[in-house]
């Protein structure tokens, strides 16, 4: 009877634990359901749609497997309705932050916790371990209810900028190893779209996705490097990998699994969960961080005309810069590659530039100044670097070519972001994985580019007008990106010509306008020659308007990877900017977003010629209230943008 009476109990004991537990959307349409039994797998519903069935997690540790025949000790549900107040609005002032929490906690010491927005769902495992652990690898086992598309920027190695094209394809069709960075974004059924990138990263290695042959994804992390060779001043040879990927404190939080969900592509690019996921501010004083418009020297060569001197990387031509970044109110320049002795020497000046000088002149004119420099000096070096910058008045850096995302490397950001705080120091971190909740930790990290950006039109043909829009819909939704827009010289397709030292854009002049209001970046470039602005005057007085942060966010209407309208809120004023790919269409826009009164429209739109002539556009003012409604035209490749002030 005894043994009978325990052999009942064990059973009990495993049909408790063989159990499903549910975890809802704040609104009811997106369901969850982890399922706990030899394996953790979780599934997730749509407006009651399947569109992950399944779906693995575990942690192996080398000496355990923390997943693997789980023992279940509680299981709670919670809610969290809250407001959050942002430091640097890249889309808003203010981000709702409502959840529903499902906390599951096992032995020995780890819990994996599920959160559900309206607007997706996340997940991570956390760890109250006393000894410091080997991380050998964290399954992620994506298994899709139907074979969806999606569009995957796939890479050829792991040490990577993040610079790509995205692949748009059925998942099944990718041959089993190929494998992506982030973010990507699933195409699923009736319009259902699913961005998948991480947040709060740290001390923790990047994830990439990897095709199956299936439909169905699975993870890839970059392995931590014990010894490389150093190939030129910023590559790497001879790389020997440990067979771990991370080892890290045994108590810690793990980066977020984010699975950003909408069935209103327009929604999706308002998505903020990243920054609602990651780390709080670890900053006591913030005020000194100014995000704001930057004149830029690489991408136009210091190519400067109708000039007295000789340009090059010299104190004449950045103080050519700095008198255009002042008259039209432009708050930063950028001195890239070039300005330092040599790239591995960032310690001094070149011999024809006087860095002191030029920032003294700089601030006379109320324009400050951010250097360039290669990540691995700085690594090396790094407090007494950023001790001379700041010494100089230097306001910022832009660090470059990591191509890396290795646990080293993202340690390399979290250390460059607070040696840069303590200093009040700007970070644009360039050559860079995408970003991944950092910059909430550390709001002075500014921006990021791993994204395939105008750098490329020197050698390629690669940044299209459909290239432009996806990004809003891809990469952006990781946070802002260092795409550095702004070229004068506009090409359509039969006219565009690679062009190093005088590149163009495909693409209207509009369609670059547009993208001081569609593309997120606090601080935002004007990549074009000084020269090239002062004959553009109507289109420099306009981009100069632009903020760089925003109160509010509004996408009008979108479509992934065919056109974006959106308007921006800031103090008063309304912005609005829209972009098509190569096909023209017209878009209407009802303006009942804006308060009430009159309001002063200035609109920078296609030219009738435009299709022909890409520079060609047309400036229009006239007033607007809430209760109209206008139809706007975009040519192929075109743009439109406007600026609503309040009268």
Known sequence: MKLFLSLALVALSLTVFSKDYKVTSPDGQIAVTVSVDTQ????????????????????????????????????????????????????????????????????????????????????????????????????????????????????????????????????????????????????????????????????????????????????????????????????????????????????????????????????????????????ECKLAETSWIKPGLVAWDWWNENNVYGVDFKAGLDTKTYKYYIDFASKNNIPYIILDEGWTKSTTNIKEANPDLNIQELIAYGKSKNVDIILWCLWNPLDADMDAILDIYAKWGAKGIKTDFMARSEQYMVNFYERTAKACADRKLLVDFHGAFKPSGMARAYPNIINHEGVKGMENTKWSKDITPEHDVTLCFTRMLAGPMDFTPGAMHNKNEKDYSISFSNPMSLGTRCHQVAMYVCYDAPVQMLCDSPSNYYKETETTSFISKMPTVWDETKVLDAKVGDYILMARHKDNNWYLGAMTDWTARSLNIDFSFLGDGTYEIEIMQDGINAEKSGNDYKRIVKQVTKADKIKIDLAKGGGWAAICKKI
């Open 40 to 279: 953790i797998k979780w599934s997730a519903t749509v407006n009651n749609q399947a569109i992950f069935t399944n779906n693995t997690l575990s942690l192996d540790l080398g000496t355990s497997v923390l997943g693997t025949n789980p023992k279940l000790v509680s299981a709670k549900n919670t809610s969290v309705k809250s407001v959050v107040q942002t430091v640097v609005a890249v889309k808003s002032k203010t981000i709702d932050n409502t959840y529903n929490q499902l906390n599951l906690v096992f032995k020995p010491n780890y819990a994996v916790s599920f959160r559900v927005f309206d607007n997706g769902v996340a997940y991570r495992f956390e760890t109250s371990l006393k000894e410091n652990i080997t991380v050998k690898n964290e399954e992620i086992g994506l298994n899709f209810a139907g074979d969806y598309g999606v569009l995957f920027p796939e890479e050829e190695t792991l040490y990577s900028h993040y610079e790509r094209l995205y692949l748009d394809q059925k998942i099944s069709s990718l041959q089993a190893g190929r494998f992506s960075s982030l973010p990507t974004l699933v195409k699923a059924d009736n319009n259902i779209k699913i961005g998948i990138t991480e947040a709060d990263l740290f001390d923790y290695p990047c994830l990439f996705l990897e095709a199956t042959g299936k439909a169905a994804f699975k993870s890839k992390y970059p392995k931590v490097i014990l010894k490389a060779d150093p190939k030129g001043d910023r590559e790497i040879q001879n790389i020997q990998e440990a067979d771990y990927i991370a080892k890290t404190s045994g108590t810690r939080t793990f980066p977020w699994r984010v699975f950003m969900i909408s069935t209103e592509d327009a929604r999706l690019v308002e998505n903020q969960m990243v920054f609602l996921l990651s780390r």
